[in-house]
């Protein structure tokens, strides 16, 4: 059935910086191509920085010098230039580049690009990183104040979550869970409504914005789970709803703080807004494409609810028994 069509298409060519919009994206199973081939690595920390814990990063902005070459990927990054909130340009093959993003992030930072596939060493958490990580710091990145209660993390794949337990990101990739993320307009209305205010798209960092012809409620992505998504060339397969961190709020070029946003998604939509989904073709998507939602078989959503159910008691006993003790 055809529900809408493709609005903007988005690509952020460094991690937690801005992006910018464009007109035509290749999908692969990595994702967008060309997103996300760089990052910058927090020297102290030994581990890719995230805007949740940096959010200056988020005010400067990223493009990349040339075309993204067909053959650009993990191990063959083409040069990209960072435009900083003073106005400075800087390229990737600038000396003084990681001397500008320190003193942008405030403590000693460095802009690594995307390593080839099998070699782990900028995903892998140390075991410091390892050892801190606590239901406090969850808490701390998603805006989760003590007296709420934690997102339902049953939603996702058991695969992932080893892979989270392990990697700051999947190895072969910058990005933080999914290859690809979409998000409706309404979604973004229904949040901006519960405010009284407009809110930019930038805030949620999609890479694909649909407009949709007759949404059939205020957050349509929720009903995709377990479906197949068509724009343009491309299939996806829709696994997940977007689990909202505290970035949204954050401040970016023309874009002040406001954290009443963090808030505004937890009440009216639960934490979570738009979906992550993994490609199932690989094909090109132009803004104007349309789009295309199958139905969830049934016997597939059954089994689904039951993983679901399975895990979210799971997790209820660590989340339980992890806060009792880190108190």
Avoid at 292 to 320: E, H, I
Wanted: with cysteine; charged share 25%; hydrophobic share 40%.
């Amino acid at each position: 059935m055809t529900i809408g069509r493709v609005a903007q298409l988005w690509h952020y060519p460094v991690k937690s910086l801005g992006g910018g919009p464009v007109e035509h994206v290749d999908i692969g199973a990595r994702g967008v191509h060309g997103d996300r081939l760089w990052a910058v690595r927090d020297v102290a920390r030994d581990v890719t920085a995230s805007a949740r814990r940096i959010p200056t990063l988020l005010t400067a902005t990223a493009r990349y010098v040339d075309p993204v070459p067909a053959d650009a990927g993990p191990g063959n990054v083409p040069e990209v230039e960072i435009t900083f909130p003073d106005g400075a340009v800087l390229t990737s093959s600038d000396g003084d580049v990681h001397a500008k993003l320190s003193q942008l992030a405030g403590r000693e930072v460095r802009l690594t690009a995307l390593p080839p596939v099998d070699d782990t060493s900028l995903h892998r958490l140390s075991h410091a990183e390892r050892a801190n990580m606590s239901v406090a710091s969850v808490r701390t990145d998603l805006g989760v104040s003590d007296d709420e209660k934690l997102p339902d993390f049953s939603m996702m794949r058991l695969t992932d979550l080893v892979t989270q337990a392990r990697y700051s990101t999947p190895p072969g990739s910058f990005v933080d869970s999914a290859p690809v993320h979409v998000l409706s307009a309404t979604s973004i209305a229904t949040v901006s409504a519960e405010l009284d205010t407009d809110l930019d798209v930038r805030r949620f960092r999609p890479n694909v914005l649909l407009v949709l012809a007759n949404p059939d409620d205020g957050l349509p992505e929720s009903r995709w789970l377990g479906a197949r998504l068509t724009l343009g060339a491309a299939a996806l397969d829709v696994r997940m709803p977007t689990i909202r961190c505290v970035v949204p709020s954050r401040a970016q070029p023309g874009l002040e703080v406001d954290r009443r946003i963090t808030r505004a998604v937890a009440q009216r939509a639960g934490r979570c807004l738009g979906v992550y989904c993994w490609v199932d073709t690989a094909g090109a998507v132009r803004v104007g494409d349309a789009v295309t939602v199958g139905s969830v078989a049934f016997p597939r959503r059954l089994l689904a609810d039951a993983g679901r159910r399975a895990k979210r008691f799971t997790f209820g006993l660590a989340a339980a028994a992890a806060e009792r003790f880190t108190r």
